[in-house]
Every structure is written in C-alpha cells, then in structure tokens.
C-alpha cells in the first residue's frame, strides 16, 4: 500500500501555521454555498470588519471579523476557567491583505504583501494574525464551504492561547523534544475543535453550524496535511490527516481540558516516512488489481484471529470480482458487498470503485473491502448485521484492522498516506460504515471518530 492522494482542483497554498509554515495544497468540490453566519440585522448578517486592519470591507473580511469576533469571545468565556487568567486580545491586531494587489500593504511580520499569499498565520512576535483575503480564504470557502474559514482562524487563534500561556518561541526552540512543532500544531486543532463545538452547540452570537455541516470543512483539515512521507521528527512537520483530524475531533469531542494536557507523553502520531525505496518510488500505492490479491489473504488471516480469539469458528467468505455491481446482496452496500447468505464477499471492478482507488488512494479501497471482512466477522460471532450498533461495529472493528497495519514495521503494512485516505474516503462515502441493509452512520464526522476509537484502541473496544 503507501500511497499519495491525487486530487483534482488543485490550488497551490502555503499555509504558516503560527510557529512554523507549511506547504499544501487546497483541492475539494463546490459546496452549497450555506452560511455559517446567523441571520442578523444588517448588512451581510455578519460582523462590521472596520477593526481588520487594511480591510476592504467586502465579503470575505467580512466572514473573517465575524468568526475572529466569535472566536475572541470564545476565548474571553473560557480562557479565566481553563488557564485562571484573564484573555488578552491580540496586542498587533488582525490584517487582511490583498496579495492581488502589487501595492497593498504588507502585514507585521512579512516584507510584502505577496509574501502572504495563500497564507493565513499567527506572528507571536507581533502578536497579530493575518490572512489573505484573495488567494486563500475565497478558495477555502468555495471549495468548501464558509465552515473551512471558521477552523483555519480559529486554528490560528490556538496559537495565540499558546503563546498566553508560556508557550513562546523560545521555549519551543530551546525545548524541541518536549514541543514538537507536529504537536504544537495538533493543540492548535484541539483548540479550534473545542471552538466549532461551542459554536455548534448554539453559544456563539454570530457564527452557527451543525454537525451534519462538518464533513465538508473538515476535507479542509484534511487537505491542510503535511505532504506524504514526512517524517514527524522533522522540525516543519504539521501532521498527517489522521493526526489534525484527531486533534480537531478530540477538541470537539472532549474540550479544552484535554487540549490543554496534551503533550508528547500522551499523544500518539501516526505520521512517518516511507519504508523503502520502492514504496517512495511508487508513492505509496499499490495498482488495483495488486492491491485486492495483496490484501485478501491478510484480511483472512486478521479476521480468523479475531473470531476464533473469542471463540467462535470463522467461516472464510469466498472474495469474487465482477464487472457487474454487487447481486448477492439484497440492499446496497456500495462497490463490495458481503452476502450472509451464501458466505461471499463481491467486489464490483467496473467504474466506481477503481476511480475511488486513482483518486483517493490503494487504501480508499483497502478500507471499504476490510468493512465487508468487518461484516463476516460479526456473522460469525453472531451478531446482528443490521442496525447502529452493526453499523458502529463495523467501522470500529475496520479500524482495528487498520490499527494492527499501523504497528508493522515489516511486509505487509500501511504506507504513509494509508490512514489519511481511510479518512477521506469515510468523510465523503458511507460505504465501509453500511450494514447488510444498506443503511450507514450518517455523517462522515462521526464515522470517522468510530473508526478512530478502533485504530487507536484495537478491537476490544469495538465492544463485539
């Protein structure tokens, strides 16, 4: 396995990211233009953004003071009862900069205007956060969706708690071991999480969003990773998918009194470089037609593990491919279906499944086909293959599996960019989480946390 998404889409951003810079790419689908703002009196329903300095008061500055407004209240509620301070707002203040215009003025922190391009970033030195109303913020919102603006500033605002709370540049200089920039970064997400989740639990005066609102924005995060196959010692090193998108939902999740704790000692990276000379030739990814004959087996020898550790007989299923979409089943499973009936695992080879395989990644597929060894598993433990708790079992246990990979150093085993394509393809698919009724847990958001809890806790708490 090992592979490298490819994505259409495409825009070049570089994203500095607080106390270092990064280098991404901004790539997703038009969204449906829904607003994160409440419906307020006046113009726009949002913010004035008259305190952004070098605003030019249109749209997208708009967006942005209203989501820094929300964010500084935010922080002002619950900064005294999580750190026993007073918030301080930012002594530089907020910029926007027109990197369209060759004679904008350029922010605190940067020699020119163009020097900002693509960028959103906090200046500890100035204490300032900017962003550029041009190149980045009007691409993440129509790629996907106002909600994507929402977590970058606010990500930018956990760099600004940081520094408040003794975590200056210096003390990360002198201490590398202890503050990684890759956990800096994933505090900085836990923050925004904590943030999103105030928000959508109705406590913001601005800002809304629900959880079904999510998933697209979170392909934000997502796209906001560290290219595949650094290695997160590396000094620039932000995280895999995986890793930001666990930081964010950990911050939704469980709130800031987690993010606040979180050091070296009790997070786990997934994040590393490639293995071998020839998995960084091939990026990772195994064709089609190898990966089914390569996985099969070992998905065999996984599950039959796992069933007869508790006692119960595996029945192998019988894996076959067809053109044809899946028969066997009598719901929609998606491209690969178990049959209970007649023990069989089909594998549709046509359209769809092979172009989730080129454009997401060899374990785009990967997962979805360990989702169906997940469902002849529960068949022979002899558990229910409808309902949420099928549903929730199945991409737990797919975790699981997922999860053992991770800890080869040897044969077969994940490649870097593995996890992070599990990721988009439950964020934008239900097919690993459906059920022999055809039916899935609903958004993408928490199949993914479900599948976390498998990765990162192993079978045992799959509770099957």
Not at 201 to 211: M, V
Not at 351 to 369: M, N, Y
Not at 394 to 403: A, D, K, P, Q
Request: proline share 5%; charged share 25%; net charge negative.
């Amino acid at each position: 396995m090992r592979s490298r998404s490819v994505l259409a889409f495409v825009v070049p951003v570089v994203l500095v990211a607080g106390l270092s810079a990064c280098t991404t790419s901004v790539a997703g689908t038009p969204t449906n233009g829904d607003s994160v703002v409440n419906e307020n009196p006046g113009e726009a329903g949002g913010v004035d953004p008259s305190f952004v300095h070098n605003t030019d008061g249109g749209e997208i500055d708009q967006l942005a003071a209203t989501v820094i407004t929300d964010v500084k209240e935010y922080w002002t509620e619950t900064f005294p009862s999580t750190f026993d301070e007073e918030w301080e707002d930012l002594k530089g203040g907020y910029y926007s900069v027109d990197t369209a215009d060759d004679d904008a003025k350029p922010p605190p922190c940067a020699r020119r205007a163009s020097d900002v391009e693509g960028n959103a970033f906090y200046c500890p030195t100035e204490d300032v956060i900017a962003w550029d109303r041009a190149a980045l913020l009007p691409v993440l919102k129509e790629k996907f969706g106002e909600a994507a603006v929402m977590f970058v500033l606010a990500h930018e605002m956990g760099h600004a708690v940081q520094r408040r709370t003794g975590l200056s540049v210096e003390r990360q200089q002198r201490e590398p071991e202890k503050y990684p920039t890759i956990l800096i970064e994933a505090q900085a997400d836990c923050y925004a999480g904590a943030f999103v989740r105030w928000v959508s639990d109705g406590n913001a005066k601005h800002l809304k969003i629900s959880k079904d609102r999510l998933d697209t924005a979170m392909e934000a995060l997502v796209m906001f990773r560290d290219p595949v196959g650094t290695e997160q010692s590396d000094q620039d090193a932000h995280g895999d998918a995986f890793d930001r998108v666990s930081a964010f939902q950990d911050g939704y999740d469980k709130g800031l009194d987690l993010c606040k704790e979180m050091s070296v000692d009790n997070r786990t990276f997934t994040q590393r470089g490639f293995l071998s000379a020839d998995d960084a030739e091939r990026g990772g990814n195994l064709p089609f037609d190898d990966l089914l004959t390569t996985i099969t087996p070992d998905l065999e020898t996984y599950y039959k593990a796992l069933v007869t550790a508790k006692g119960k007989t595996w029945a192998t299923p019988s894996v076959k491919t067809s053109d044809a979409s899946p028969e066997c089943a009598r719901t929609d499973q998606g491209p690969i279906a178990y049959c209970a009936e007649s023990r069989e695992i089909d594998v549709a080879t046509g359209d769809e499944l092979p172009q989730l395989h080129v454009e997401i990644g060899d374990f785009a597929t990967g997962t979805i086909l360990a989702s169906r060894f997940s469902m002849a598993a529960l068949a022979s433990l002899e558990k229910p293959l409808e309902g949420e708790d099928a549903q929730r079992a199945l991409l737990c246990v797919t975790g699981s599996y997922t999860g053992m990979l991770l800890t080869r150093q040897q044969g077969f085993s994940l490649s870097p960019g593995d996890l992070d394509e599990a990721i988009q393809v439950l964020l934008r698919y239900d097919y690993p989480g459906r059920d022999a009724g055809g039916k899935a847990v609903p958004t993408g958001f928490d199949r993914v946390s479900i599948f976390r809890t498998g990765v990162l806790q192993g079978v045992d708490a799959c509770k099957v």
